[in-house]
């Protein structure tokens, strides 16, 4: 168990890490403005980040003025990290299923639009949209919340491999890896907000 820990915890400071260069190759964003906001403008610039949860980035602006952007994104997971569980736990709560009735009705946030559709889960087959549903169900009735994947960094396969894997696991390993997907689709978002600004 511990091992299995180890690992997740090292894949995902590595794929942390690769998002942290890959956006200091594409030049650091001036922090000065982002450190110049009040709580307001910082909020609605940056309160999507985290699904749902603007109290993320609420709490994070306290942490000004940020050093770069992988300090603002530390700040962010800090603010995460440091929730109560019953809080850790809405947060996760706030994400929509995958290929869900939330992406069937429209319901979704632009950002989990095109996470989504950038694996192709917004064109799945009917065999594939059945089983997408049976394996959502099966999560949150084992575990209590949506199974969470960044899925940008993986193909629609490797995502239907993950499902049927993390099923798998206790409902403590599987809190964590939710809250770790959340901390690489957050950083993915930011890095894209400040590309588009």
């Known amino acids: 168990m511990f091992v299995r820990r180890s690992l997740r915890c ?29 709580r307001a403008a910082f909020v609605q610039k940056f309160g999507g980040i985290f ?13 000004r003025p940020f050093a770069s952007l992988d300090a603002m ?46 694996a192709g889960l917004s064109a799945l087959s009917n065999e594939e949209m059945a089983d997408i549903s049976a394996l959502n169900a099966a999560y949150k009735k084992k575990f209590g919340f949506p ?10 396969e490797g995502i239907f491999f993950e499902f049927r ?15 770790q997907n959340v901390y690489v689709i957050t950083r993915l978002r930011l890095n894209k907000l400040l590309e588009a600004s």
């Open 73 to 118: 994104h530390a700040a962010m997971v800090g603010v995460a990290k440091t929730a109560p569980a019953a809080t850790q736990l809405a947060l996760l709560q706030a994400h929509p299923d995958l290929a869900g009735k939330e992406a069937q009705a429209g319901a979704m946030t632009a950002s989990s639009v095109a996470e989504q559709a950038s």
């Open 147 to 156: 199974f969470i994947i960044a899925v940008r960094m993986h193909t629609k």
């Open 51 to 63: 699904e749902n949860s603007p109290w993320v980035a609420e709490q994070a602006w306290e942490s």
């Open 10 to 38: 090292l894949i995902c400071a590595l794929m942390l890490g690769a998002f942290a260069a890959s956006s200091a190759q594409a030049g650091e964003p001036d922090m000065a403005p982002i450190n110049a906001m009040d």
């Open 165 to 179: 894997r993390r099923l798998h696991n206790d409902t403590q390993t599987e809190f964590a890896n939710d809250l």
